[in-house]
């Protein structure tokens, strides 16, 4: 299902720059839902990758060594999602912390209980970085990530914008849209100044933590899902600009191109480190710029394209429904994987324990689904249309 645009501007279309913000809901887009599942598999693959040594100075290597870069594309999905579709009003702000809870935190607490009890690469682990684990709040502390479950600081990351981004919005709640644009583009154009703070480059210290990774050094891959909910707004009620834009984005291959040519790019040694080695500040700064690009080039196609064809095909979709699941679970499936393999760390075997790592995630990450995340989306979709009811 493509996106539905009305085939002759509202009246108020000459000021469509200067209205305030509000409500933007769209009829749902199952291409982006499809690339939720492409996204997972990305990140999947780049940790499999990396996990197997593969050489990351080859052509391939460079571009998968950094399909980390699906992390902007998740950020940017969920920045999109959630300004196109947010409410400001106060009354609602409530509702809209009580969804993401519900929505974000079941799924989370069983894996990472799971893993506590289960994955050996968590024993041994302290009691305070257990509880920083169930509260998000590991990514704050000095060596506070347990094994099997590093890949979560980016989950850290995207819950501290969930916190903020209601104030956001209430702080410009009539601002006009072009207002709105500005201050996304400022603020992200700033953030990239992040890495220079002597704070930022005095940490990770035995007693600090890893300040670069935190919200304000990412917020430029928020900020791409920001104005394009904000262009999806602005050309909603302009079809001239609105049909130039679609025919631009039908080129999706050009796209992907452009996303695969930015990744090869962050890829090469004269970029910036590959792997777990500590950029400097103006390494990371392009790091996050390149990151930027890619999610661009890979999410705005789908927001003012037509259809995917491939992206809503059903398999599709159903890996689109459990890719937060695959997501949550890919990292520990793995460490499990490489010993029942056979396979020592960074020792080869890449498509074996590929292939394992896929296909367990999928059905871990399935049973997560069914079992956990969507028993609760009924009570909270009820919940939802009688606080609706009674506004």
Not at 314 to 338: A, C, R
Request: glycine residues 6%; proline residues 6%; positive net charge.
């Amino acid at each position: 299902m493509s996106l539905s645009y009305p085939s002759k501007p509202k009246p108020e279309a000459v000021a469509h720059l200067d209205q305030p913000v509000k409500a933007n809901r769209r009829r749902f887009n199952r291409s982006l839902e499809g690339l939720r599942g492409v996204a997972a598999l990305g990140v999947l693959l780049t940790h499999v990758w990396f996990q197997t040594g593969m050489d990351p100075k080859t052509h391939i290597g460079a571009i998968v060594s950094r399909f980390d870069f699906f992390v902007a594309v998740f950020f940017s999905l969920s920045a999109f999602l959630l300004w196109r579709g947010m409410d400001f009003r106060t009354d609602m702000v409530r509702m809209y912390y009580w969804r993401r809870f519900w929505r974000i935190y079941p799924a989370y607490f069983v894996c990472v209980a799971v893993c506590v009890a289960f994955v050996p690469e968590t024993f041994g682990a302290s009691a305070a970085t257990v509880i920083q684990t169930f509260t998000f709040t590991q990514l704050y502390f000095p060596h506070s990530f347990l094994g099997g479950l590093t890949h979560l600081w980016s989950l850290c990351v995207e819950v501290a914008f969930y916190v903020v981004l209601p104030v956001v919005g209430l702080v410009l709640l009539k601002a006009s849209r072009r207002v709105r644009l500005m201050v996304i583009f400022g603020v992200a154009l700033v953030s990239l100044g992040w890495a220079y703070l002597p704070v930022v480059q005095d940490s990770p210290s035995d007693t600090r933590a890893n300040m670069q990774i935190f919200l304000p050094g990412f917020f430029l891959w928020f900020a791409v899902g920001l104005v394009i909910a904000e262009l999806e707004g602005m050309l909603f009620d302009d079809p001239t600009r609105l049909r130039i834009l679609r025919l631009v984005c039908r080129w999706r291959f050009m796209w992907w191109s452009l996303a695969l040519a930015a990744m090869w790019l962050a890829g090469q040694q004269s970029f910036g480190p590959v792997g777990l080695v500590h950029p400097s500040a103006v390494e990371f700064m392009l790091r996050v710029i390149a990151g930027g690009v890619c999610a661009w080039c890979i999410v705005a196609p789908y927001v003012f394209g037509p259809a995917s064809f491939v992206l809503e095909s059903s398999p599709m979709q159903f890996l689109g429904k459990i890719s937060y699941s695959v997501f949550l679970w890919h990292v520990p499936v793995l460490t499990v994987v490489l010993p029942l393999a056979g396979v020592r760390p960074f020792t080869g075997n890449f498509v074996l324990v590929c292939g394992l790592t896929v296909v367990v995630s999928i059905v871990v990450g399935f049973c997560s689904y069914v079992f956990v995340e969507a028993p609760l989306r009924k009570p909270m979709a009820l919940l939802q249309t009688l606080k609706s009811s009674s506004n």
